[in-house]
């Protein structure tokens, strides 16, 4: 059965930096595309990065960019979707998802078929 897990979320100051993790259990690397969304309080979810294992690519927000990497781990299956998080600011504060999709990278969340439960984080200034 596909699944998805996030982790890592937590209380962090702002400037300092976090990673979040996403285990893609019995998802294939070679057919799926992962993203990272999140929820801030009272606001939609927006898309924050995509990438696309078998395609070797990867986007990302304006409002991340240069700021968060995201990556993907498939030695020995590990299965693993990435989201190096780095100079936190209070407004990336939000509940993180991790989502996947069949074929190429997308950023609208209609195109994701399985999310995983959130992960939150908190950014104190």
């Known amino acids: 059965e596909v699944q998805l897990q996030a982790s890592g979320g937590g209380l962090v100051q702002a400037g300092m930096s976090l990673r979040l993790s996403c285990a893609a259990s019995e998802f294939s690397f070679d057919d799926y595309s992962f993203a990272w969304f999140r929820r801030a309080p009272g606001k939609r979810r927006e898309w924050v990065s995509s990438i696309s294992p078998h395609e070797d690519s990867t986007e990302y927000a304006d409002s991340v960019k240069g700021r968060f990497t995201i990556s993907s781990d498939n030695a020995e299956k590990k299965n693993m979707v990435y989201l190096q998080m780095n100079s936190l600011k209070s407004e990336d504060t939000a509940v993180y998802f991790c989502?996947?999709?069949?074929?190429?990278?997308?950023?609208?969340?209609?195109?994701?078929?399985?999310w995983g439960q959130g992960t939150l984080v908190t950014v104190s200034s």
């Open positions: 989502a996947a999709k069949r074929g190429v990278l997308r950023r609208h969340s209609d195109w994701f078929d399985y």
